[in-house]
């Protein structure tokens, strides 16, 4: 899926949403969110959300971040956030969101997360298994 706003592109482990508007604001959040529901109800649970094209954000574009988390929460996988430029990051340390949101700095560091994370879970489902 693609809009001049946002790309989507859905890979086997994760699914990569970024915005390519410079302010992610309510001009993007309502089409974005519409989005969001689809790739809930595919059941994909791993969501790597890139704002690196974002050097804006507001309350609009933390919502949809926060969907995203909740979406990835509630189906049993993580949310990564990645490409915090310096007024966004400044936004989610004051929103207070560096401590309930993965962050990373990069695309390829957020793939490491997820593919780490789905690790994790798998040895702990083996854990459990064993006992």
Request: hydrophobic share 40%; with cysteine; aromatic share 6%.
């Amino acid at each position: 899926m693609s809009s001049a706003a946002f790309t989507i592109d859905v890979q086997e482990k994760y699914t990569h949403i970024s915005v390519l508007e410079d302010k992610f604001t309510a001009k993007v959040a309502p089409d974005l969110k519409a989005e969001l529901a689809l790739v809930s109800a595919n059941g994909m649970k791993n969501i790597i959300f890139d704002v690196s094209k974002c050097t804006y954000c507001n309350s609009s574009g933390l919502s949809v971040i926060l969907i995203a988390n909740r979406i990835c929460k509630d189906n049993g996988g993580c949310l990564v956030v990645c490409g915090l430029q310096p007024a966004v990051s400044k936004l989610m340390d004051i929103s207070q969101l560096t401590s309930v949101l993965n962050i990373t700095p990069s695309f390829n560091e957020a793939v490491d997360f997820i593919f780490m994370d789905e690790l994790e879970k798998g040895l702990s489902e083996d854990g459990d298994q064993l006992n």
